[in-house]
């Protein structure tokens, strides 16, 4: 008898300590305790410049409605596994709400059904859940954004000629959005513009830049260049330079980033889409507070783009979004 | 096997440059070398018919470019696969001299030459810690180095703060890679880089003693050791030595870019062990060289700017790629079949 109610206890501590080690690892909240509701925010990413001022907009918004978050993402935007893991270490710590930018919407479905059992308010944020459960969706609506990009090309190269395009990928939502923004822009409203080709360079600037030489390489009467990140852009503008060709074609891009914004202001690139990774941030907590209270909100909250180039990246309201 | 066993195994299949190397076993090694740069020849001809774009001077400059970086990268490597062992850290730990150029140039407001020594000297650190790790504490090449992949990765990003690091304060960075020293031919300085290191590799491996060692530890690490060689240190050597070819990677890629991306690499060092691979250097060990080595790693990248002149779908050029490493592998099977 003795010995059993020793197993019992040890088992306890045991599981007391796990159940600790669990908290102290996931995320980087101070432990919680202090009576404020809890947001816990699983997003795609947190390295990239994009995520951090979507964090930074998470923050201010938490500190104007008084609640506590997280914010953590999975090291790699492809990483689904590590992301679905942070998705259960977010679940266990019974969040007031969760918030979420999935990488996979399908491989979430099973959690997000345990959220909605235990009666956790979700809101899909960046881009959008294949889910009844989401309480709202707040993202860019990248197709009207990559269309905003095409207009401000086909203006700039006299609405006709080629245009090639070096996206990021060709399976997320975000890559095909924007990609076919701009595709579907030029066929409805410029028939003069051919796009000639379309490459994918994973957003990285060194496959990005080769991947843009060869493009400028087999097309001599290329017009325009869109890049549908920053690293996209950032290849183009790579590739631009290093061949010389400086003027010779518009370069228009997406996201910002201090080489995007360089570039810009020297002339290189004619100008870029920005998205509103604050907004997307901010408008992400103030839904889930409105969620956890049981208000009424929205089914999807675009959180808008802006056009910005030499003339106006220096006003307010386009500057706070250019991250750098 | 047995020690006894295992002397006599190296005496009889005379593999690696070791002195019993006979007339027929160097006849196929050319082979295998004039197969790769027939191969080459055929995707260079192949692309010429297929777009008059393809053989241009400022193409094919920016062909040679291309290889850079995954050329310097697979290098270094292919000692590491010749000694029988395998480096996955080469494509972050790229990324993290990158970085270590950009704390010694931009943070530290340090002289250009010292960043870039600098960041050479951090992928030899990261190549002695690898190698001490493999020969010391003898864990498998496989997982030390996978260890350390994630290591750098995750160092490259603490360090840098997760943003890039630029190089706007020092001027003359972005032209080591992307100037010109010889004046009147539009040949960048990168891809003069990446042939003398290219040389520097070549007479390492045939001239020096680290070159005969890591032939002789990647064809019978057990017989290296019975005839007295130290086989631990000379291990450690080799690693360190190539890590020296990552950080010249780094610093070149830095350069180009002008700017330290801390979330750039993962995935090159596939691409480098593949250059090394279809160059016919065995993955088994003992067997490879460094022209194989320079002509793998422009077959890559012949392969993918030909494909992407061609404006064949991203999907299908990784399809191609994979196929030729398929075929080279297969042809370094066949070879090995006959040597034994």
């Given at each position: 008898?003795?010995?059993?109610?020793?197993?019992?206890?040890?088992?306890?501590?045991?599981?007391?300590?796990?159940?600790?080690?669990?908290?102290?690892?996931?995320?980087?909240?101070?432990?919680?305790?202090d009576?404020?509701?809890?947001?816990?925010?699983?997003?795609?990413?947190?390295?990239?410049?994009?995520?951090?001022?979507?964090?930074?907009?998470?923050?201010?918004?938490?500190?104007?409605?008084?609640?506590?978050?997280?914010?953590q993402?999975?090291?790699?935007?492809?990483?689904?596994?590590?992301?679905?893991?942070?998705?259960?270490?977010?679940?266990?710590?019974?969040?007031?709400?969760?918030?979420?930018?999935?990488?996979?919407?399908?491989?979430?479905?099973?959690?997000?059904?345990?959220?909605?059992?235990?009666?956790?308010?979700?809101?899909?944020?960046?881009?959008?859940?294949?889910?009844?459960?989401?309480?709202?969706?707040v993202?860019?609506?990248?197709?009207?954004?990559?269309?905003?990009?095409?207009?401000?090309?086909?203006?700039?190269?006299?609405?006709?000629?080629?245009?090639?395009?070096v996206?990021?990928?060709?399976?997320?939502?975000?890559?095909?959005?924007?990609?076919?923004?701009?595709?579907?822009?030029?066929?409805?409203?410029?028939?003069?513009?051919?796009?000639?080709?379309?490459?994918?360079?994973?957003?990285?600037?060194?496959?990005?830049?080769?991947?843009?030489?060869?493009?400028?390489?087999a097309?001599?009467?290329?017009?325009?260049?869109?890049?549908?990140?920053?690293?996209?852009?950032?290849?183009?503008?790579?590739?631009?330079?290093?061949?010389?060709?400086?003027?010779?074609?518009?370069?228009?891009?997406?996201?910002?980033?201090?080489?995007?914004?360089?570039?810009?202001?020297?002339?290189?690139?004619?100008?870029?889409?920005?998205?509103?990774?604050?907004?997307?941030?901010?408008?992400?907590?103030?839904?889930?507070?409105?969620?956890?209270?049981?208000?009424?909100?929205?089914?999807?909250?675009?959180?808008?783009?802006?056009?910005?180039?030499?003339?106006?990246?220096?006003?307010?309201?386009?500057?706070e979004?250019?991250?750098? | 096997?047995?020690?006894?066993?295992?002397?006599?195994?190296?005496?009889?299949?005379?593999?690696?440059?070791?002195?019993?190397?006979?007339?027929?076993?160097?006849?196929r090694?050319?082979?295998?070398?004039?197969?790769?740069?027939?191969?080459?020849?055929?995707?260079?001809?192949?692309?010429?018919?297929?777009?008059?774009?393809f053989?241009?001077?400022?193409?094919?400059?920016?062909?040679?470019?291309?290889?850079?970086?995954?050329?310097?990268?697979?290098?270094?490597?292919?000692?590491?696969?010749?000694?029988?062992?395998?480096d996955?850290?080469?494509?972050t730990?790229?990324?993290?001299?990158?970085?270590?150029?950009?704390?010694?140039?931009?943070?530290l407001?340090?002289?250009?030459?010292?960043?870039?020594?600098?960041?050479?000297?951090?992928?030899?650190?990261?190549?002695?810690?690898?190698?001490?790790?493999?020969?010391?504490?003898?864990?498998?090449?496989?997982?030390?180095?996978?260890?350390?992949?994630?290591?750098?990765?995750?160092?490259?990003?603490?360090?840098?703060?997760?943003?890039?690091?630029?190089?706007?304060?020092?001027?003359?960075?972005?032209?080591?890679?992307?100037?010109?020293?010889?004046?009147?031919?539009?040949?960048?300085?990168?891809?003069?880089?990446?042939?003398?290191?290219?040389?520097?590799?070549?007479?390492?491996?045939?001239?020096?003693?680290?070159?005969?060692?890591?032939?002789?530890?990647?064809?019978?690490?057990?017989?290296?050791?019975?005839?007295?060689?130290?086989?631990?240190?000379?291990?450690?050597?080799?690693?360190?030595?190539?890590?020296?070819?990552?950080g010249?990677?780094?610093?070149?890629?830095?350069?180009?870019?002008?700017?330290?991306?801390?979330?750039?690499?993962?995935?090159?060092?596939?691409?480098?062990i593949?250059?090394?691979?279809?160059?016919?250097?065995?993955?088994?060990?003992?067997?490879?060289?460094?022209?194989?080595?320079?002509?793998?790693?422009?077959?890559?990248?012949?392969?993918?700017?030909?494909l992407?002149?061609?404006?064949?779908?991203?999907?299908?050029?990784?399809?191609?790629?994979?196929?030729?490493?398929?075929?080279?592998?297969?042809?370094?099977?066949?070879?090995?079949?006959?040597?034994?």
């Amino acid at each position: 008898m003795r010995r059993k109610i020793m197993a019992a206890a040890g088992a306890a501590a045991l599981a007391l300590s796990l159940s600790a080690c669990g908290g102290g690892s996931t995320g980087n909240e101070s432990g919680g305790g202090d009576g404020k509701p809890y947001v816990a925010i699983v997003s795609k990413g947190f390295q990239h410049q994009f995520w951090q001022a979507v964090k930074d907009g998470a923050e201010k918004a938490a500190k104007d409605y008084n609640v506590r978050i997280t914010f953590q993402g999975p090291d790699t935007e492809s990483n689904v596994a590590q992301q679905i893991e942070m998705l259960t270490s977010a679940l266990n710590k019974n969040p007031d709400a969760l918030a979420l930018a999935a990488l996979d919407s399908k491989a979430a479905a099973p959690l997000l059904e345990t959220a909605k059992s235990k009666d956790i308010p979700v809101v899909a944020f960046d881009s959008g859940v294949d889910s009844e459960i989401p309480v709202s969706t707040v993202a860019t609506d990248n197709k009207a954004a990559a269309a905003e990009a095409a207009k401000h090309m086909a203006k700039r190269i006299g609405g006709e000629g080629q245009v090639a395009i070096v996206a990021h990928d060709q399976t997320s939502k975000s890559g095909k959005h924007r990609r076919d923004g701009f595709v579907n822009w030029m066929k409805k409203n410029a028939p003069g513009i051919e796009i000639v080709d379309i490459q994918y360079g994973g957003g990285d600037q060194l496959k990005s830049t080769d991947l843009a030489k060869a493009m400028i390489q087999a097309n001599p009467k290329l017009d325009g260049l869109y890049g549908t990140n920053e690293g996209s852009a950032i290849g183009i503008v790579n590739a631009v330079q290093e061949l010389g060709m400086k003027g010779d074609v518009t370069v228009v891009g997406f996201d910002s980033g201090k080489a995007q914004l360089k570039a810009i202001r020297s002339g290189l690139m004619a100008g870029a889409v920005t998205q509103n990774p604050i907004g997307i941030g901010y408008k992400t907590v103030e839904t889930a507070v409105k969620a956890m209270k049981g208000k009424d909100v929205k089914q999807t909250i675009d959180t808008g783009y802006y056009w910005y180039d030499k003339e106006n990246m220096d006003k307010p309201k386009i500057a706070e979004n250019l991250y750098k | 096997m047995s020690t006894v066993q295992a002397a006599k195994s190296e005496s009889r299949t005379h593999t690696g440059d070791t002195a019993g190397r006979t007339l027929s076993g160097r006849l196929r090694s050319s082979l295998q070398q004039f197969l790769a740069f027939a191969s080459l020849i055929a995707l260079v001809i192949f692309f010429s018919i297929a777009s008059g774009k393809f053989m241009t001077l400022s193409n094919i400059s920016g062909i040679l470019l291309a290889t850079s970086v995954i050329g310097i990268l697979a290098l270094g490597t292919t000692f590491v696969i010749i000694s029988g062992g395998i480096d996955l850290s080469i494509g972050t730990g790229m990324t993290l001299c990158s970085v270590m150029t950009g704390v010694f140039l931009t943070y530290l407001g340090l002289p250009l030459i010292v960043g870039v020594i600098g960041g050479i000297l951090t992928g030899a650190v990261m190549g002695l810690v690898n190698g001490t790790l493999i020969a010391a504490l003898k864990i498998p090449p496989f997982i030390a180095t996978l260890a350390m992949m994630m290591i750098a990765e995750g160092l490259a990003l603490v360090i840098s703060g997760t943003s890039p690091i630029y190089f706007g304060s020092t001027p003359g960075f972005t032209n080591l890679a992307l100037g010109s020293v010889i004046p009147g031919l539009s040949i960048p300085n990168a891809v003069l880089i990446i042939f003398i290191a290219a040389v520097l590799a070549g007479v390492t491996m045939s001239k020096t003693i680290i070159g005969r060692y890591t032939f002789s530890i990647g064809s019978n690490e057990d017989a290296t050791a019975l005839s007295g060689v130290n086989v631990k240190k000379w291990k450690v050597l080799i690693y360190t030595f190539a890590g020296a070819f990552t950080g010249l990677a780094g610093v070149v890629m830095a350069s180009r870019l002008s700017s330290a991306q801390p979330g750039l690499g993962m995935g090159y060092e596939l691409e480098a062990i593949a250059a090394v691979i279809i160059g016919g250097t065995s993955l088994q060990g003992g067997k490879g060289s460094i022209i194989g080595t320079v002509i793998g790693a422009l077959i890559m990248s012949v392969l993918t700017n030909g494909l992407r002149i061609m404006s064949i779908p991203q999907e299908w050029q990784n399809v191609a790629v994979g196929a030729v490493i398929l075929l080279a592998v297969y042809l370094d099977m066949l070879r090995r079949k006959e040597t034994s």
